[in-house]
C-alpha cells in the first residue's frame, strides 16, 4: 500500500521556522511531481509550492521568498522550509504526490501536519 506522510509541523512564533517533511512508502516505482497544500480554517485548500521530478518549483504568491521546496528522489522525500512564519501561514499543510505505481500513475494525498503560528 502506498502512502504519503508528513510530519514536522507544530506551534512556532511569528518570525520562527518549521521544516516540513513527506515521506512516499509502498511498493512505488517513481515519483513525478509533487506540491504541498494547505487549508486554513473556514477555507478551502489552497497550493502553497509544487515541485516536478526534475526539480523545478512554483510558489504561491503569498509564500514567495519565504518558503523553499525541494525533494531528494533517493529517499522518496519532499520538504518544505517554512522562514519568516507569519499567523496567516497558520493550517494543515497536506502533501499530494503523483506516483507511478505497477505501470499506472496515480494521485495521492497525505494526512496533514498542522501548523499553527502564534503572533
Known amino acids: 500500500q502506498v502512502q504519503l506522510v508528513e510530519s514536522g509541523g507544530g506551534l512556532v512564533q511569528a518570525g520562527g521556522s518549521l521544516r516540513l517533511s513527506c515521506a512516499a512508502s509502498?511498493?512505488?516505482?517513481?515519483?513525478?511531481?509533487m506540491g504541498w497544500y494547505r487549508q486554513a480554517p473556514g477555507k478551502q485548500r489552497e497550493l502553497v509550492a509544487t515541485?516536478?521530478?526534475?526539480?523545478?518549483?512554483k510558489y504561491a504568491d503569498s509564500v514567495k521568498g519565504r518558503f523553499t521546496i525541494s525533494r531528494d528522489n533517493a529517499k522518496n522525500t519532499m520538504y518544505l522550509q517554512m522562514n519568516i512564519l507569519k499567523p496567516e501561514d497558520t493550517g494543515v499543510y497536506y502533501c499530494?504526490?503523483?506516483?507511478?505505481?505497477?505501470?499506472?500513475?496515480?494521485?495521492?494525498w497525505g494526512q496533514g501536519t498542522q501548523v499553527t503560528v502564534s503572533p
Open positions: 499530494n504526490g503523483n506516483l507511478f505505481r505497477a505501470g499506472s500513475l496515480r494521485n495521492y
Open positions: 509502498g511498493s512505488i516505482d517513481s515519483i513525478n511531481a
Open positions: 515541485i516536478t521530478s526534475g526539480s523545478n518549483t
